[in-house]
């Protein structure tokens, strides 16, 4: 899609933007994790209680992105190992129920979105980038404005205190330190 200046601002702004305030379609979204396991698969799982809003401002570049994350909602489809990921080895889910993200810069070139923001986990925040893929701006059968946004990061869990490991016999560790986290996510302009 082409890109047209904002009238009131010398700004490049994508022909479906509408400013508003949009909360998160929990039903038509997914955040997804990867890590490296084994040191040969990956251990993949989602977060099922999310919540997030962003606020598209007049001008692009004043857009806001919050979300929160219950980290109990844990799924790797292992029960066992949810329940290990919810422990003080992992999560400490006790003692920091949520994990939250709110942005610090928005841009978008073309269909490309670029979020900086701060991403907080087990108490330690640390600044993250997200890119990814504007989706468009459609309405629904319902009437209901919507938009879409896929975007990914890389984080290294122990910047975050999620140290727990085990060598293996082989060499290496049981986990790897990065992890992947993609989201998938639409969103619904509020009246």
């Not at 709110?102 to 070139?109: G, L």
Request: aromatic share 8%; proline share 3%; net charge negative.
């Amino acid at each position: 899609m082409r890109l047209h200046r904002h009238m009131t601002e010398n700004t490049l702004v994508h022909p479906q933007y509408v400013a508003g305030t949009w909360k998160l379609d929990p039903t038509h979204s997914k955040v997804a994790f990867s890590v490296k396991h084994l040191m040969i698969s990956k251990v993949r799982g989602t977060f099922d209680v999310v919540d997030a809003t962003v606020v598209t401002a007049e001008n692009p570049a004043d857009t806001t992105v919050e979300a929160t994350i219950d980290v109990s909602s844990v799924n790797t489809n292992q029960a066992d190992r949810d329940n290990h990921l919810r422990t003080n080895d992992f999560f400490k889910v006790d003692e920091f129920p949520t994990m939250t993200f709110r942005s610090t810069s928005y841009e978008v070139d073309g269909d490309d979105v670029t979020i900086e923001g701060e991403l907080t986990l087990r108490g330690v925040t640390k600044p993250v980038t997200l890119k990814g893929e504007f989706g468009g701006v459609i309405v629904d059968g319902y009437g209901q404005t919507k938009a879409a946004l896929e975007a990914t990061t890389v984080i290294n869990r122990m910047d975050f205190g999620v140290n727990w490991n085990a060598a293996l016999e082989a060499g290496g560790f049981t986990l790897g330190e990065k992890v992947t986290v993609e989201l998938d996510l639409q969103f619904t302009l509020q009246a």
